[in-house]
């Protein structure tokens, strides 16, 4: 059975929709180990402490904050290198 075009680009869109989340997760695992790492110091209970609750605020709110920055960054990146390859798309006459 033949696929329409429809169900090709429904695939498509389970497949990037998939892959974001798997993004999202991994960023997510990533943040989780890195806070947990750096701030969780007392296993002797199941409490957790004031220093320890706090640090790992800070520490999410930075990593998001650079994380964001970083995204930020590439997109004015991608704009530049997107308006280079237009000029010299131009310039050389293929467009």
Known sequence: MA???ENIA?????KD????FS???MSYNKLSEICFTDCI????SRDV???????SLNCM??????NQRVSQRFQE?????NENALAMAQKTGKL
């Open 3 to 5: 696929k329409t075009p």
């Open 10 to 14: 429904l695939d498509q869109l389970d």
């Open 17 to 20: 929709q998939m892959k974001t």
């Open 23 to 25: 993004d999202f997760l």
């Open 41 to 44: 110091r007392d296993f002797t």
């Open 49 to 55: 402490k004031d220093s320890e609750e706090k640090c």
């Open 61 to 66: 709110e930075k990593y998001l904050k650079m």
């Open 77 to 81: 990146f991608q704009v530049i290198a």
